[in-house]
């Protein structure tokens, strides 16, 4: 088994978060009947306040 450098393990990291971060737009998106682009603008909303 390989051992993950750290670049790559931030890498990694990144892209779990990008992941999150579409799933949750999504997510908004459906339940809330919104389309992509206003539920990545209440998302990116909702975040600044996190």
């Not at 051992?3 to 990291?13: A, F, H």
């Not at 992941?19 to 909702?46: C, G, H, M, R």
């Amino acid at each position: 088994m390989e051992k993950i450098s750290n670049s790559d393990s931030y890498g990694l990291k990144r892209l779990e978060s990008k992941n999150a971060k579409n799933t949750i737009i999504q997510k908004l998106s459906q339940d809330f009947n919104l389309t992509p682009i206003i539920a990545e603008a209440f998302y990116k909303q909702v975040s600044i306040y996190f």
